[in-house]
């Protein structure tokens, strides 16, 4: 399978961005999904996390209550919605795809086995 996100850009602070994670491939609804992002000298951290099914989703406690992560398994799609963004949460962010093993709180970068390219997030004060 391979991941490709899409839509960051250059937010101002308090505003929203919402990306994407296109995923090739037919097994893509039987994998947990997350949302990690490395911020510039820092390491890659995670953000969220979503169940196969969609039905139970995990986030960082830095991001919870701003951030929503979702999918549609019809469409191998899996989204970030940002909302009332912080200059702290510039980064590069990165879909991810879960082993079968994986977990839905996984939160673990060694949990992941395919990684999507990245899609650098701006957020300006």
């Known amino acids: 399978v391979q991941l490709q996100a899409s839509g960051g850009g250059l937010v101002q602070a308090g505003g929203s961005l919402r990306l994407s994670c296109a995923a090739a491939?037919?097994?893509?609804?039987?994998?947990?999904m997350g949302w990690f992002r490395q911020a510039p000298g820092k390491e890659r951290e995670f953000v969220a996390a979503?169940?196969?099914?969609?039905?139970?989703?995990y986030y960082a406690d830095s991001v919870k209550g701003r951030f929503t992560i979702s999918r549609d398994n019809a469409k191998n799609m899996v989204y970030l919605q940002m909302n009332s963004l912080k200059p702290e949460d510039t980064a590069v962010y990165y879909c991810?795809?879960?082993?079968?093993?994986?977990?839905?709180?996984?939160?673990?970068?060694?949990?992941?086995?395919?990684w999507g390219q990245g899609t650098e997030v701006t957020v300006s004060s």
């Open positions: 491939g037919r097994t893509f609804s039987n994998y947990a």
């Open positions: 991810a795809r879960g082993t079968i093993a994986t977990r839905w709180s996984a939160d673990g970068l060694w949990e992941y086995d395919v």
């Open positions: 979503i169940s196969w099914s969609g039905g139970h989703t």
